[in-house]
């Protein structure tokens, strides 16, 4: 019986099936929508370095076919073959895409689901439907990656943008492809053993094109031209149409483009007169340079004899204009080649040639991975509370951002916890966060960093605490002041299976522990809990007798066996 997962389940491949040779099936299908279903092999680095490992249909396999593309069959829209114990090292992660190609949104479709195949039976699958997402054309469905062992994720993921807009998130680089016809598709063979059980092929679904007898389609954009190549009549060029760009046939761009600007042809060139830009000085007249036209002016206009109406004429040489006349709106005033701006206004941007908001901001677009936990930068952190169902503690009030539904819930620590925490100095305010959803945190734009437990245990400062799975237990340890009579000091620890987000006011450095490894009470963040912590302390009488001090009198002195580590902060609390 196949296992059923939901978005973020991960389970090791190996407790689904014995088997290395797999078949991953997808289905994926609405109304006049049309798909385009990939596998990126993927580095360590979650970057597509070695493009003959992005699986699509214009290149079916990678070079030692450890991954193939094997067409539509047994009721699946596309499928594939993956032989993991071929993958090569290099290879991390393979990522299961699909793109729209053409109009629509992936919400338009249907029921559809990633299986794995191994043997002949069905051992895992992933079901999903157009509700789980809205105006997104791409989806990740699901990644096999290589974490000790292989192991599977339902990632079901939107993401903006065509299968062009994942390939430059992944890295790859979007090149022009010639016109050649492709290899012709390979002729049926057998079922192998590794795919689904041979039967009668799956029916269409309610929610696809009806099966009627197939119409000739018109030959996509960047399929190879239809019969013989007939030379193209000479015709003006046409402007291209709105359509949203394919993958196959977009230019490489390698940065912004210029802003197109016609020839201008140097002055006093016989036959070449041309209409004077809005602003400029007509032919014949004596301006203070040569002609130059005013950046955004409109040419075909003759220079204006009277200032618009309602606007003052400028004054002689104000503004590095031509005495007499005004510069266009919104524009800065005539100035000779190479002479500095000298206005009060900044020249208006070139329209048309800069990228624009949509590329600006792309990198800043949210991570698009299926980790329950994903950092988006060095100082935000976004929790998906749907991948385990699994709630969250954070600190209150450092939810900067959420989507879905969540409840935010006061986490009390009930009357023993408070009067412990206030007497240590180790109480923490927190918040619990349940759902569906996706949360985002910060404080104060401090560094997160997000550590992943497994049965294992830390010790953190209370104040350097962020958010932490609901599962890990937590209590107050004490650190026993050696010299110092009554001393003490007091330290969260943290135990169990999940992750903890600890924040730090900048960029912190790890180091390992030695038997003379000290470190500022006030600075340090961190350290294995296997660590063996005292207080070393500077105070004595005959420094005591003298005016004036160091400020270094309280230090922890670490020691441990070799693997243990502090975390400090280049910031005292």
Excluded at 7 to 30: P, S
Excluded at 254 to 267: D, F, K, S
Excluded at 383 to 394: E, K, N, S, T, Y
Excluded at 519 to 526: E, G, K, L, S
């Amino acid at each position: 019986m196949a296992r059923e997962f939901q978005r973020g389940h991960k389970a090791k491949i190996g407790d689904l099936t014995a088997g290395t040779d797999l078949y991953v099936g997808v289905q994926i299908a609405g109304p006049g929508l049309t798909f385009d279903i990939s596998c990126f092999g993927l580095d360590a680095d979650e970057r597509l370095s070695d493009d003959r490992y992005f699986i699509f249909f214009n290149q079916p396999t990678s070079p030692e076919e450890s991954i193939q593309l094997l067409g539509a069959q047994a009721g699946d829209s596309e499928s594939f073959r993956v032989t993991l114990d071929k993958i090569p090292p290099h290879i991390q992660k393979l990522s299961f895409t699909a793109a729209l190609d053409g109009a629509g949104q992936v919400s338009q479709i249907g029921p559809g689901y990633l299986r794995i195949v191994a043997g002949g039976e069905e051992v895992a699958r992933y079901s999903f439907t157009g509700s789980e997402f809205s105006t997104e054309r791409a989806v990740m469905l699901g990644d096999f990656y290589l974490k000790d062992v292989w192991r599977f994720a339902a990632v079901g993921q939107g993401f903006d943008g065509g299968l062009e807009a994942l390939l430059k998130n992944f890295g790859g680089e979007v090149a022009e492809e010639a016109e050649a016809q492709p290899e012709p598709p390979a002729t049926a063979q057998g079922v192998p053993g590794f795919a689904p059980p041979s039967g009668p092929a799956a029916p269409a679904p309610s929610f696809g094109v009806p099966a009627a007898a197939p119409a000739p389609q018109p030959a996509p954009e960047f399929g190879p031209p239809q019969g013989a190549p007939q030379e193209a009549p000479p015709a003006a060029p046409q402007p291209p149409q709105p359509t949203a760009p394919q993958v196959h046939s977009a230019p490489t761009l390698a940065a912004p483009l210029a802003p197109p600007a016609g020839p201008v042809p140097p002055p006093g060139v016989p036959g070449q007169q041309p209409p004077a830009p809005y602003g400029q000085p007509a032919p014949g007249q004596d301006p203070y340079g040569p002609p130059q036209p005013a950046p955004g002016g409109y040419p075909g206009q003759q220079a204006p004899q009277a200032p618009p109406y309602g606007q003052p004429a400028p004054p002689p040489g104000g503004y590095g204009a031509p005495q007499g006349q005004p510069a266009p709106y919104g524009q800065p005033g005539q100035q000779p080649p190479g002479a500095p701006y000298g206005g009060g206004q900044a020249p208006a941007v070139p329209q048309g040639g800069g990228p624009g908001l949509g590329v600006v901001l792309d990198k800043y677009k949210e991570g698009p991975t299926g980790q329950r936990w994903t950092p988006q930068n060095s100082r935000l952190i976004r929790v998906d509370l749907g991948i385990d169902g699994q709630p969250v503690l954070a600190r209150q009030g450092s939810m900067v951002l959420y989507q879905g539904k969540v409840d935010f819930g006061y986490k009390g620590a009930g009357f023993r916890g408070r009067i412990v925490g206030n007497a240590t100095g180790q109480e923490m305010q927190l918040m619990r966060c349940t759902g569906q959803g996706q949360v985002f945190f910060a404080e104060n734009s401090a560094h997160v960093h997000p550590i992943e437990l497994q049965g294992d245990a830390i010790c953190v400062s209370a104040e350097a605490v962020l958010a932490f799975d609901e599962s890990l237990q937590h209590e107050v340890r004490r650190i026993e002041g050696h010299g110092i009579p009554g001393g003490a000091l007091f330290t969260m620890q943290f135990q169990g299976t999940g992750t903890l987000v600890v924040k730090t006011q900048g960029t912190p450095v790890v180091l390992p522990v030695t038997p003379t490894t000290f470190a500022d009470a006030n600075a340090i963040v961190a350290w294995s809990a296997a660590s063996q912590v005292i207080i070393s302390s500077q105070v004595s009488l005959r420094r005591h007798a003298y005016p004036g001090h160091s400020g270094e009198t309280v230090n922890l002195q670490f020691r441990g066996a070799p693997g243990n580590f502090i975390v400090v902060q280049p910031y005292e609390v």
